[in-house]
Nanobody, 116 residues
Framework: QVQLVESGGGLVQPGGSLRLSCAASGFTFSSYAMRWYRQAPGKEREMVAGITTTGGNTNYADSVEGRFTISRDNTKNTVYLQMNSLKPEDTAVYFC?????????WGQGTQVTVSS
């Protein structure tokens, strides 16, 4: 069955770094664009970063541009989100999403907490 499993979340101090991973299985990963979303308590889910099937193009929310980097390894069926210079406002549950035409799959999320 289709699975997207996020990992790498945790508690980090402001200014610190984390790398999230999202391991995919059950579908042809290399045919899907991948996106990272986040949802903070009481807020709507928002897109953080996206990457095309080959990794040739990426895009970012203004709030994370220059601090976060999305990448993928199609040989490992995994997408990553490198998060640097973390701020308290980055605290949220982070989700990965696979998209191909009308096919959409979500992971279960991983908690990121930025606090001193």
């Amino acid at each position: 069955q289709v699975q997207l499993v996020e990992s790498g979340g945790g508690l980090v101090q402001p200014g610190g770094s984390l790398r999230l991973s999202c391991a995919a299985s059950g579908f042809t990963f290399s045919s899907y664009a991948m996106r990272w979303y986040r949802q903070a308590p009481g807020k709507e889910r928002e897109m953080v970063a996206g990457i095309t099937t080959t990794g040739g193009n990426t895009n970012y929310a203004d709030s994370v541009e220059g601090r976060f980097t999305i990448s993928r390894d199609n040989t490992k069926n995994t997408v990553y989100l490198q998060m640097n210079s973390l701020k308290p406002e980055d605290t949220a549950v982070y989700f990965c999403k696979a998209v191909r035409t009308s096919y959409v799959y979500w992971g279960q999320g991983t908690q990121v907490t930025v606090s001193s």
